[in-house]
């Protein structure tokens, strides 16, 4: 079993900055891509940021520019740093992280979610 636990939401002004972190740990193999999803009152869920094992990234269009994603290996996180951020961007956010428990076998987790919201 893989237990996700989040951490690093809250109020923030617009215009303000906050760091969002993912520790992974339990029977883990190695970890292929870890991500952040984020889901407003009547939205579906959307993914906002990515990285793979090798490091590539991918980002939402909204947030390219304000957010950068990143992960350390050794340690089994990743992190969100979000700057600029803007009334929009407030939502639960999720950590997800695809975990190969053994060689081969591929399972997907998601933390519990983290409030994030932007206000002034």
Do not use: H
Request: net charge positive; proline share 3%.
């Amino acid at each position: 079993q893989v237990q996700l636990v989040e951490s690093g939401g809250g109020l923030v002004q617009p215009g303000g900055s906050l760091r969002l972190s993912c520790a992974a740990s339990g029977t883990i193999f190695s970890i292929n891509s870890m991500g952040w999803y984020r889901q407003a009152p009547g939205k579906q869920r959307e993914l906002v940021a990515a990285i793979r094992s090798g490091g590539s990234t991918n980002y939402m269009d909204s947030v390219k520019g304000r957010f950068t994603i990143s992960r350390n290996n050794a340690e089994n996180t990743v992190n969100l740093q979000m700057n600029s951020l803007k009334p929009e961007d407030t939502a639960v956010y999720y950590c997800n992280v695809a975990v190969e428990v053994v060689p081969r076998i591929t399972r997907s987790y998601w933390g519990q979610g983290t409030q994030v919201t932007v206000s002034s």
